[in-house]
């Protein structure tokens, strides 16, 4: 029986604390904590189960922590993590995995509009649909779609890349459709999905990257400007 | 309107003219003048004949093929040709063939409403005498979160360092001002480009990281900001600072978010910032993480749980409706809040942008100040003007008007070296400041800049201290509106200050209180 807490009647620092002077060496269960926006924020370590649906911002700043939910995430889920784990057995509402530099997040179910906004490293794995504006200004890191994605996907793609099962409504700009995956690809998606039990065929995933490498401003030359010679002194 | 004619100043450089070396030759300056200013005479000498003539068109001067023609407004340009000013002529020039809007640092230049038309009121026989600033006291100091936070942050001026981010500044930049921070007790601040592991122990005064010796005495604190960008953030960040400071907008662009351009991500910023090297890095204009106010609620929750509800939560605000702006981070929990003013800006940022967007600084103090009494918090919820301080008479003003503090940003620029050129974007900065090119930086010593920040601030700390006294207080809290006067009639419908000279302030200000519209 692993340790349980049940949020029900605390708020986000009560909580929190208690969590926090727990010595974690088995998973600890977090019962009826819908109501808390923020809950295991900045974390780094430990199994952490939150039973039933997440408030918003669950596992922000994640830094090392592996957390489950077992049903439904909130808003803006594992918000800016830096490293650990993320599953979510249900949907992930707006905004899952927006500013992250590292570390996994793997939703079962579907997640909304706005995921992955300007990943900086992160995996990030959507067994199902993803909504409008997936990816904008991803800057790094790995999207995993296996189902369909709304408008405007990748909307300013820097670097890293998105792998997609299904269609999409639209792509943003600067989005660039590669022909097939490379060996290295494969690999990679084929650890992960046996890693995280995702099932899914790697070869049946369509990879985007980007188009140019700034697609903001033109590339402009470090040299100074040319000046104007002086005119030669006359008579 | 001041009459055109006679209003230009034509000179022509002879050891460039190549008619004055050889006569007869070239007279394209009478044949491209639309007014005859110039006229070739029977030996083929060119003259000046006709200047009271000239409009300040300058076609003369584009089409010398000598470069040897001046022509210099004898009358400001703006009486004379404005809107079509040669500076405005050149720009449109300079889009028409460029397809660019011009983009540049350091904020907005020229006039706007200001502190300068307003004057201290010293004391006399009827209010409280004077103090002497050399035998008596004066405090200075102020404490941000001191209710709300286990680790308050006591600055020993009323003074910080707004938020100007590593990749815009130098290494040598952020470092010096950390110095700076640390030797006169006040708040140093990482901007949003992530954390220089040497602010760190800097800005407390430490030399190095093992902290040691304590080199800089008092030693100051440091605020990490979250931002739209969070560029480099992470838990470890966020409790590394004691602040951390919550950015909303910023004077040099308001609605706008940062911009960072490809050229100043070396691979040091790039490794500050967890991004590649050489791209754009361009903030959001706004959260991804935010739709409403109860976002900013929560946001503001995960951080203090973040960062064990030790530190003070700052925001930043740029200058838009400063009455419901104030009121709404109050809301969110703010413990200080810094407003940045129209001029405010050390930013690279459009031209027009930042010359035409914003709230004036002085316009938003009336209306924050109101909004902090209004939700009873004054001098609870600290409130930092920025945006055009200069010294220690603006901050007296400032405070008088109810702020409780200043931010000096391209004051100390300036004071460790940069003569306003306005290139900050560039990468190129002669002093050092905000360029990345390892040769510039060198010329930027972080120690003797950090002294003589640190010596601006001292002064200036020294020029509130004096007028406080004058003005017949021991105390910066005792400030008020009472302590000013406006010298024009708009400075005293902006401030709500009595005009020189009359007993009251004008009639829609009610004992100090304004309408709070801010539309």
Known sequence: ?235 | MPSINGAFCVSVMKDRCINFQMPGKCATCAEVCPYDVFVMDDSGSMHVQNYNGCVGCRICVEFCPEDAIRINAAESEYLVRSPWTFSQVEEIHQKAQSGDYPLRGFGTMGFSPGFDNITVVPSQISSPPPLDKYREECDLAVTIGEDSCENPIRLKYPFLIPAMSFGALSKEAKMALAIAAAQTGILANTGEGGLLPEETWLSRGFESQERTLKQWEPGGYLAVQWSTGRWGTSADYLRSGDAVEVKIGQGAKPGMGGHLLGEKVTEEVAAVRGIPVGTDALSPCRYYDVQDLTDVKRMVAFLRDVTEYKVPILFKLGPSRPYEDVKACVEAGADAISIDGLVGGTGASPAIVTQGVGIPTLALIPPSVQALKDLGVHHKVKLFVLGGMRNGLDAYKALALGADGVGFGAALEIAMGCRACMACHTGRCPYGITSQDPELRARLDPVEAGQRIANFLDASAEELKMLTMLSGHGDIRELSTEDLRAMDINTAAISGLKLVGHSTALPWWDNGRMEPSNN
């Not at chain 1, 995956?181 to 690999?187: G, P, V, W």
């Not at chain 1, 046996?194 to 697609?215: A, C």
Request: glycine share 16%; aromatic share 6%.
């Open chain 1, 1 to 235: 029986m692993s340790v349980v807490v049940d949020a029900s009647k605390g708020d986000l620092r009560s909580v929190s604390a208690e969590l926090k002077e727990l010595i974690i060496e088995e998973a600890v269960t977090i019962k009826e904590s819908g109501h808390l926006h923020g809950l295991l924020a900045g974390f780094k370590g430990g199994e952490l189960i939150v039973e039933g649906d997440s408030g918003d911002y669950l596992g922000a700043l994640n830094d090392g922590a592996t957390i489950r939910v077992t049903g439904n995430a909130g808003r803006y889920l594992a918000d800016n993590m830096t490293s650990g784990t993320v599953i979510v057995e249900g949907d992930a509402g707006y905004g899952a995995g927006q500013y992250c530099y590292g570390g996994t997040m793997v939703i079962r179910g579907s997640a909304g509009d706005f995921t992955g906004v300007m990943n900086k490293g992160a995996t990030l794995i959507v067994e199902g649909d993803v909504g409008d504006e997936v990816a904008t200004y991803m800057l790094a890191g790995d999207l995993i779609i296996l189902g369909n994605a709304g408008a405007n996907l990748g909307n300013y793609l820097i670097l890293g890349t998105i792998y997609i099962g299904g269609t999409w409504a639209s792509l943003g700009h600067n989005t660039l459709l590669e022909d097939g995956l490379s060996e290295a690809d494969r690999m990679k998606l084929r650890t992960l999905f046996d890693q995280y039990g995702v099932e899914g065929d790697p070869d049946s995933l369509t990879k985007i990257v980007r188009l140019s490498e700034r697609p903001f401003y033109k590339t402009k030359s470090a040299e100074p400007p040319e000046k104007a010679p002086l005119p030669a002194p006359l008579g």
